[in-house]
């Protein structure tokens, strides 16, 4: 069974750090670009970040670079997402999906197998 699982959310004070993780099962991560989305209730999903399949192009939006860092490890099929100085807006569940688009993309509809996501909570 082909799987994404997302974890390390939480609750943290602003300004505070949490490093995601998102681990596939059933399929060799490696083989595919991976994206981190985050939907912040009342909110449509968006596309925050991204990494190719061998870690040689990155991308983020401008509201999370300099603070978040995309990361993969495709010995263990998982990739990362580590996320510093957050913010109450860094507020929302996030997602991890796995695809092969012909470019760098945080485009959802680019990415085809999809974590249940996990919370994030910014809060004081």
């Known amino acids: 069974q082909l799987q994404l699982v997302e974890s390390g959310g939480g609750l943290v004070q602003p300004g505070g750090s949490l490093t995601l993780s998102c681990a596939a099962s059933?399929?060799?991560?490696?083989?595919?670009?991976v994206g981190w989305f985050r939907q912040a209730p009342g909110q449509k999903r968006e596309g925050i970040s991204c990494?190719?399949?061998?870690?040689?192009?990155?991308t983020y939006i401008d509201s999370v670079k300099g603070r978040f860092t995309i990361s993969r490890d495709n010995a263990k099929n998982i990739v990362y997402l580590r996320m510093n100085n957050l913010n109450t807006e860094d507020t929302a569940t996030y997602y991890c999906a796995a695809g092969d688009p012909l470019v760098p993309t945080i485009r959802d509809y680019d990415y085809d197998f999809w974590g249940q996501g996990t919370q994030v909570t910014v809060s004081s």
């Open positions: 990494i190719t399949k061998n870690s040689d192009t990155v």
């Open positions: 059933g399929f060799t991560l490696g083989q595919y670009a």
